[in-house]
């Protein structure tokens, strides 16, 4: 998938999740991986899927092979700009 293709469900934006007020979004967990951003990006999906309170998630891209996902509990209205324009937030749009 290229970078700027949101998975299904999902609506996003480049930079760092963060709410109304610019806060940072509330982290309820993490998850390192290593390998393709595709598959990292999937995984930061899923992984948000299944973490009860999950609004967003931030993927940031370490290096060439290493992503972080943070899975965030507060709705990421907007973004804050990433230095290094390595980092987007998927919002879950569980509009139910």
Not at 45 to 70: D, F, M
């Amino acid at each position: 998938a290229s970078p700027s293709v949101a998975p299904f469900g999902f609506t996003l934006r480049q930079g760092f999740c963060a709410d109304d007020n610019g806060s940072k979004c509330k982290e309820l967990g993490r998850e390192f991986r290593k390998g393709d951003y595709g598959v990292a990006r999937l995984a930061c999906r899923q992984l948000c899927e299944r973490t009860h309170g999950c609004q967003a998630a931030e993927l940031l891209r370490l290096h060439k092979t290493y992503s972080l996902c943070k899975v965030c509990g507060s709705a990421a209205t907007r973004t804050n700009k990433a230095p290094a324009n390595n980092v987007e937030c998927l919002t879950y749009n569980n509009a139910d």
